[in-house]
């Protein structure tokens, strides 16, 4: 068996300076529907839960992997919010997506590195799944690779999301897009579909969705006036969800 990622001073040891796994297991997890795929068995669970090698604790403003880091694991966001981007040639961030509770982060370093840097928006937890340990359960439990393929279509999907976003759409249907993304993540968890408080700054929003922090400024007060949503700071409460929907049918 390969050795398992390099683990974050944060994560748990023993008293001799070994990490341990933690004793939450993926079985018990409330967050397993999300991750794991549909209709394992006992015997199958309990192979899954020798999958997670540590839980890491990653405090706001660190980072669970950075651009060009060698890809060992694969993270499953326990709690928490995270940012991926990459820097370009003069310093400027782009911010490329957004991880909530439940999705998995850093896919698409499979090829060798990881594409992006993972930071956390809040103080978070991630479940640290290494790959050499996926790949092996995935021969004798189908449905894990099955659920792998998707988790990858979804980010496949996303990247062609965010291109038709910079695009063809304009700038108010580059925002209700994405705070109608947003609300239909939050129902997956048993969320409000209608309120939550924002973890990126309105500067982080921007530079995901190709504006700048002046035309988000504008874009949500503009959304507030017209009876599409509330704002208050960082706290967002959809008042129309079919007023937003009508955002984007006016392109049609």
Do not use: W
Not at 37 to 49: F, K, N, S, T, V
Not at 157 to 167: K, Q, S, W
Not at 236 to 246: A, K, P, S, T
């Amino acid at each position: 068996m390969n050795a398992p990622t390099q683990l974050h001073p944060s994560t748990q040891l023993h008293a001799n300076g070994a990490p341990r796994k933690f004793e939450v297991t993926c079985s018990s997890c409330n967050l397993r529907e999300l991750c794991l795929p549909a209709g394992l068995d006992e015997e199958q669970l309990r192979m899954i839960d020798n999958i997670v090698y540590a839980r890491r604790r990653v405090p706001r403003g660190d980072a669970v992997f950075q651009t060009g880091d060698g890809f060992g694991a694969i993270y499953a966001v326990r709690s928490g919010f995270f940012k991926t981007s990459l820097v370009d040639a003069e310093g400027r961030e782009q911010v490329t997506g957004f991880f909530m509770g439940g999705e998995l982060m850093g896919m698409e370093g499979i090829g060798g590195a990881y594409q992006s840097t993972a930071t956390s928006l809040e103080d978070s937890e991630v479940c640290v799944l290494p790959y050499s340990l996926i790949e092996q359960l995935s021969r004798d439990i189908p449905g894990l690779q099955r659920q792998l393929h998707a988790v990858l279509a979804r980010e496949i999907a996303r990247d062609h999301g965010v291109m038709l976003l910079l695009g063809s759409m304009r700038a108010e249907e580059r925002l209700a897009t994405f705070l109608m993304n947003l609300s239909r993540r939050f129902v997956r968890r048993g969320y409000s579909p209608t309120e939550f408080h924002l973890r990126m700054t309105r500067e982080e929003i921007g530079s995901y969705l190709g504006l700048k922090l002046e035309t988000v400024s504008r874009l949500f007060s503009s959304f507030q006036k017209d009876g599409l949503i509330e704002v208050q700071q960082k706290h967002v409460r959809i008042r129309d969800i079919g007023g937003l929907e009508q955002v984007l049918a006016a392109r049609r």
